[in-house]
Structure formats: structure tokens, C-alpha cells
């Protein structure tokens, strides 16, 4: 009774205007598709002229009252048009939000006195940061702490902050070393430029004045200042600065300036917490300067230097940096460590393998922990370490961590440097995110949280799998399968969704997420394309999949929906197709290029308009991304990135049902990336298919940001597709 009450009395809300909604859409019904107007806009590289009747969407001030009108417009077609079927998406809401555990914690972590966590409230959209005094030396579990009497304190509610903004996102929370002031970044519009507050932990009183005009990207110096960075005009982070506490932020010392618009700075602190990092990295090529601080007065130290082609991430331990190495030969990557006094005398730990990746290390006072990937699988090994002071070697007898799943993924989560204990992430397509800690002495795992799935779920209901497509090339591409058994009838009958990604050397582990239940639960298969472009397979995997490459990554992702219908999962009749960003440009592509192969389409902040973008350096992230996609200012580059761009690839055909999404705010796929693209098929599409456009007016890159607004984002898309497969439930009487 009591897990299954708040979707029956969300229910009940949306049933009183469900009457009025109908009407509505009656009426709105018989509105023809926005048409926008077409001015002839011509642009001429090596010969070649294309012509836009489009351009004129583009309006970086995001205020032309024409271009909002059609946005709206458009925004308004697709609200009638699914509004017809509002029924459904109430109810896909309502049991999505069923399943949610509102009232809840996540896993506690050990700060010097404090643990430290997040709280949810029923019906609240946001997080508040709490944390209580320990009074023992084992971190507690999450019932010990939601049961027990010591007081907790709040240090920031978000639903608070959140109340004047139609977005509010928190981008970081850092605590400072003694734990008396917190330092976080905040975003109210989805631009992703954020805005630095320090306030007394205790009295939630402010610190100072804020910074403006920022990242998320911040690290205490210590207890009384900041490390922080700034972006240019086109935002490139690019500049580090040095902030003491009361001072005013235009007199802080500016500490690195990159200038070299192929390079962005990233800034970490090490898990000892004795330095900080600087990054400055382009696509292929990244340097680290060091910042000790307990000398913050000498300012930004070398500590590898730049040299194209080689990639460098460091950690610290003792009297030795560990530094993660990539270059052409080592293309994998490798680990070596070197002394704090001489960082060119280095020693092999982990040497470059053909076969197995190293993502990412965490260290410990006595452990080494390497995130690896092989097979296309994420893999955990921890390593004893000599005690400080004593020689480093070549590590050997690594454990492994073990896991349940054939497929899944595993995450680093926040651990303390001086303890034996690792703590992570795991989840698959059918198991809930779930907090482990792992003891590196003895190999045994605890689990410390699961998110709770309310309304019946049964993780044995369901079935995950890895298939192995063989693209046309005869490369062998993985992908993740999940279905509920009692269901899916592997006979083509089923309904199936493909998702995918393939850029940036992403790896898209299969994660679990509720939401995805609701299709599940009608008889829907779930699958994965680990296409190339991604990193799920290495190096080799990513850079066989950009420059001129790039179409290996859409070819693998129709070979594995082809896959996927030989082995009777679905057929053409019952394949829909999603990807969003970089995945949305390959969802553009996939259109394009095989319009028979899929029933839908869903394209989510699509980066769709390449060439034009990337021939505009003027657009955030361009002259960054000339070494992910390639640079159009030359020709050989120009006319491979025109043959697949998918704006410049619209023609007269038949097309699948499609729905694209956008977020006027976005810093990185301009809104008017879409809008363009939905324009034109609008005019050289041939077929009847339904294609709906929704751009947010006060959301960004990664939409909505309250987690119930998500959640209508989800039971949003699961409708347009029900709709499209004609899986839509009569509307009840009355």
C-alpha cells in the first residue's frame, strides 16, 4: 500500500484536467506543422557553395522575438500533438514516480568528524548537504544514520535556492580542509557559467563576496582560499586563479593563462590532498603543472611538460608522483611514478598492454587502485604498495574485484586516502545503483546503499546479455541487451530500443535507470551500441572512430541494429533508435543514410549542423573540437565532414517518425542546430511520419533540472514512442 500511494495519488492530480486537456487537443489537432520561412543564405569553401534557408534561426543573444515565436510555435504543435494521448503520459509519470524512494540518503562518507551525505524530501525537486558528528570510527550504514539521535545538520537546501529560478543546478560542494567553510558553484540558468559562494558551514552565513562568472572547477588552498577557473568568449576554461577569502575577486592573481585555443584547463586536488593539478589539455595532448599547497606563494610548477601526442594525469603518494601516460606507442596507456625531486627519473608500474586500457587510478596510503577496461568490460584491481620511503617496483598480484553481472558498470566513488577501504559504484541494465566498499586487505565487498525501486520491482525478472555484431568490415562491435524474460519473446514481434553514442572516446556503460522500466515492463528491449568513437573497446576503438573514420561509427550502429533484427529481437516495424548530443548527431546520420531501418527516431540536443558549426570558431567549443571531428578549413576534411553532417545530408525520402529536442540555453549544441535540422526535413521530407521539435526556454545541454521535471522528460519520450508503435491504451471513460 504505502510504495505503491504516491503514484495513485499522482493520478488522481492529473485526472481532474485530463477532461480540459482533451478538448484542448481536439482544437490543436488541426493546426498544420510549423513552416519556417526560408531566406536564401549561401556559403562558399574550395569551390563548393551550400546553401542554408535557415540560417537566419541562429541568435546567440537568444532574445529575437522571431525566432522565439517559432520556437514556441513549434514547442506548442508538439504539445498538441501528444497531448492527445495525455492519458498515457500521466500515467507512465505517475508509475515512473511510483517507483521513486523520495524521502531518502545516499551512502554516508567519513569526513575527520563529520559524515557527510545528500538528503532527498518527498515531493521535493532538489538535494539538501547534510551532515552529523561521528561518534564511531566505522561509517554508518544508511538505516543507522536515517534511525539514530545525533542531530544532523543542513548545510545547503537547494530547494531553497532553487525556489527563484526555473533551473538550479549545484556544480560542486567542496568542503574546506578544518570543515568550517563550504565552497559551491551554482548555475541558474543552464549555460553551464556558474557562480562561487562561500558560506560558514555551520551559520550557512556567506563568506565574502560570490564569484562570477566561473566553472564548477574550484579546489581549496588550504583554509582560507581558492583555486578557480575562468572562460573565454567562446567558453574555454583558460584561466586559473588564485581567490583569498575576503579579498575581491578582481584582485586575485591569475596563476596560468593558456592561450592556445586548442587547449582547456581542467583542476583537481590529489587524493592526499597535499597538491593540486592543473590540466591544460587539447583532444590528443595534455600537460599537468602542480600546486603545493602548502606553499601556495610559488605559485604553478611544471610537472610534465607539453609534447604533442602525449596524455598525462597525476596522483600523489609520500615522495612520488604516479602519473598515467598515453602517447602513439602507449596508446593505452601506462603507469609510472617518479620522485617529487625529480620528475624525469621514472619507474615502469604498469606497462602499456595491447589488450587492456587503463581509464583512471585512485591511490591510498598503502594501495594502488587501476580502473581498466578489457573486452569492452570496465574491471577493478587493487595493488599492495610498498610502505613510503621505500623503492617503487613493477606492481604485480593485482586482486581483482569481482562482479555479478555480464554486463554493467562500475564507478569510483569518494574514498579515504589514509583507509583500506574502496569504495564504488555498481550497476547494470537490471541492478539498481549500488555503493560498495571494498576492503583492499582481505578482497571483501559490503554493500553500503542500494537505491530502493519501489512498486514490485524484481531484478530476476530481467535479463542482460552482451551480443556481438560483425560489422561490415568485419570488426566485432559489442552490445548490451536487456529485456524482461516473461515478456520478450525473441521471435521479431518485440518492440526494441537502440541506444548510442560513439564520439569523444565515451564509454556508455550499461547502467540501470527506473525510468527505463516503463518500456521494459511493456514488453520493450533495451540495448546498447558500443559503436566505435567510443572508448568502451581502448584507444584503437575511439580513434578508429573520428577524423576520417567518422562513418565507422554510424556503420556500426546500422550493422548492429541489422544484428539485432537477424537475431529476431525486432524488425524494422518495431526498431526505434535514441542518442542525444554527439549521439544525436549520429541518430541524424542513421536517418539520413537508412531511413527504411528504423519505425522512430530520437534525437536529444543533437549536434547536427557539423560543418557549419565547425567552420565558426566564434561557437563555443569549436576550435577545441578541430581535433575530434577534424578541421574543415581543410578540404580533404571539408568534404568528408559535408558527406555525413547530417543538416547537409537532408533530402527527399521517406523518413521513420522523429522527435528532436533541444535546450535555448545550451553552450554546447546551439539551439539552433535542431531548429534548423527539423526545418528542413520539415520541407524535404516524403512521407507523413510524425516529427515533433521541443526545445526548453530555461534549460540547457542537460535539460530540466529538478528530478521530477526529468521524470516527465521520460514519460514524455516513452509516449511519443508508444504512440508511434501504436502501443497506446484506449483513454479511460469518464
Known amino acids: 500500500m504505502i510504495s505503491l500511494f504516491p ?14 486537456q482533451r478538448f484542448r487537443s481536439k482544437a490543436s489537432m488541426a493546426k498544420a506543422p510549423p513552416v519556417a520561412k526560408k531566406v536564401k543564405h549561401e556559403m562558399e569553401m574550395f569551390g563548393d ?12 543573444s537568444r532574445s529575437n522575438p522571431e525566432i522565439l515565436s517559432h520556437l514556441q510555435q513549434e514547442n506548442a504543435y508538439t504539445d498538441a500533438i501528444i497531448s492527445e494521448n495525455k492519458h498515457l503520459e500521466d500515467d507512465i509519470y505517475a508509475e515512473i514516480r511510483g517507483r521513486i524512494k523520495e524521502d531518502d540518503i545516499t551512502a554516508p562518507v567519513r569526513k575527520g568528524l563529520y559524515y557527510y551525505y545528500e538528503r532527498t524530501l518527498e515531493g521535493k525537486e532538489y538535494v539538501q548537504h547534510c551532515r552529523r558528528l ?24 537547494e530547494n531553497l535556492k532553487a525556489k527563484e529560478h526555473a533551473f538550479y543546478k549545484v556544480g560542486a560542494f567542496k568542503v574546506s580542509p578544518n570543515h568550517k567553510l563550504v565552497a559551491y558553484a551554482e548555475d541558474t540558468k543552464g549555460d553551464e557559467i556558474y557562480t562561487i559562494h562561500v558560506i560558514d558551514a555551520e551559520t550557512r ?30 567558453l574555454r576554461p583558460y584561466k586559473v586563479w588564485f ?6 575577486q578582481s584582485t586575485d592573481s591569475c596563476f596560468y593563462h593558456e592561450k592556445d585555443d586548442m587547449f582547456s584547463l581542467d583542476l583537481e586536488a590529489s587524493e592526499s590532498k597535499k597538491y593540486l593539478f592543473v590540466g591544460s589539455e587539447s583532444k590528443t595532448t595534455r600537460c599537468i603543472f602542480y600546486l603545493d599547497i602548502s606553499k601556495p606563494e610559488k605559485g604553478l610548477m611544471v610537472l610534465t611538460p607539453r609534447l604533442e601526442g602525449i596524455d598525462t594525469s597525476v596522483s600523489h603518494r609520500g615522495n612520488h608522483f604516479f602519473i598515467k601516460r598515453r602517447s602513439n606507442e602507449a596508446y593505452n596507456s601506462e603507469l609510472v611514478a617518479c620522485p617529487l625531486n625529480d620528475v624525469n627519473a621514472t619507474t615502469m608500474l604498469l606497462p602499456h598492454r595491447e589488450s587492456v586500457k587503463i581509464q583512471d587510478i585512485r591511490l591510498f596510503s598503502d594501495h594502488l587502485v587501476v580502473y581498466e577496461r578489457e573486452k569492452g568490460l570496465p574491471r577493478v584491481t587493487c595493488y599492495s604498495l610498498p610502505a613510503v620511503g621505500e623503492p617503487l617496483e613493477s606492481l604485480q598480484g593485482g586482486q581483482t574485484v569481482d562482479f555479478i553481472d555480464p554486463v554493467y558498470s562500475v564507478e569510483p566513488e569518494e574514498s579515504q586516502f589514509s583507509s583500506t577501504i574502496l569504495r564504488f559504484s555498481y550497476s547494470s541494465l537490471r541492478t539498481p545503483p549500488s555503493t560498495y566498499d571494498y576492503d583492499m586487505n582481505t578482497g571483501v565487498s559490503v554493500l553500503k546503499k542500494v537505491e530502493t525501486i519501489l512498486g514490485g520491482f524484481d531484478s530476476s525478472k530481467y535479463v542482460t546479455k552482451r551480443e556481438w555484431a560483425i560489422a561490415k568490415d568485419g570488426t566485432h562491435v559489442p552490445i548490451s541487451i536487456a529485456y524482461r524474460k516473461d515478456l520478450v519473446k525473441l521471435d521479431g514481434s518485440d518492440p526494441l530500443l537502440l541506444y548510442g553514442y560513439g564520439s569523444y572516446e565515451m564509454c556508455v556503460d550499461p547502467r540501470f535507470k527506473a525510468s527505463r522500466l516503463s518500456l521494459l515492463d511493456r514488453g520493450f528491449t533495451y540495448a546498447i551500441a558500443h559503436i566505435r568513437g567510443g572508448g568502451e573497446m581502448g584507444r584503437k576503438w575511439y580513434e578508429n572512430g573520428k577524423y576520417l573514420h567518422k562513418k565507422n561509427t554510424f556503420t556500426d550502429f546500422i550493422d548492429s541494429a541489422e544484428y539485432l533484427i537477424e537475431k529476431k529481437y525486432c524488425t524494422k516495424e518495431k526498431l526505434c533508435i535514441e542518442g542525444r548530443s554527439a549521439g544525436g548527431l549520429l541518430i541524424g546520420a542513421v536517418v539520413n543514410m537508412r531511413p527504411d531501418l528504423f519505425k522512430a527516431a530520437i534525437a536529444g540536443v543533437p549536434f547536427v549542423d557539423v560543418l557549419t558549426t565547425m567552420l565558426d570558431p566564434t561557437i563555443p567549443l569549436t576550435t577545441a573540437e578541430w581535433e ?13 565532414m559535408k558527406s555525413y553532417s547530417p543538416v547537409d545530408n537532408v533530402k527527399a525520402q521517406n523518413y521513420p517518425a522523429i522527435l528532436v529536442t533541444a535546450g535555448l540555453n545550451d553552450p554546447r549544441v546551439q539551439y539552433f542546430e535542431p531548429a534548423k535540422f527539423v526545418a528542413k526535413l520539415r520541407e524535404m521530407k516524403t512521407d507523413k511520419n510524425l516529427l515533433l521539435f521541443k526545445c526548453e526556454m530555461g534549460a540547457g545541454h542537460f535539460s530540466k533540472s529538478g528530478r521530477f521535471e526529468k521524470l516527465q522528460e521520460d514519460a514524455f519520450t516513452h509516449t511519443f514512442l508508444l504512440k508511434i508503435l501504436n502501443m497506446v491504451p484506449a483513454p479511460p471513460r469518464g
Open 628 to 640: 575530434e571531428w577534424g578541421d574543415p578549413r581543410k578540404e580533404e576534411f571539408y568534404h568528408y
Open 7 to 20: 503514484a495513485a495519488q499522482i493520478r488522481l492530480g492529473v485526472a481532474c484536467v485530463r477532461l480540459s
Open 243 to 248: 581567490h583569498k577569502l575576503h579579498t575581491n
Open 134 to 157: 561521528a561518534q564511531e570510527d566505522a561509517v554508518p550504514s544508511v538505516d543507522d544514520i536515517m534511525a539514530t539521535a545525533p542531530p544532523e545538520h543542513v548545510i545547503l537546501d
Open 205 to 234: 552565513s556567506p563568506v565574502g563576496e560570490p564569484l562570477v562568472g566561473v566553472t564548477d572547477n574550484i579546489e581549496w588552498v588550504g583554509d582560507e582560499a581558492l583555486l578557480y577557473v575562468t572562460m573565454d568568449e567562446i
Open 49 to 60: 557553395v551550400r546553401v542554408d534557408n535557415y540560417y537566419w534561426l541562429r541568435d546567440d
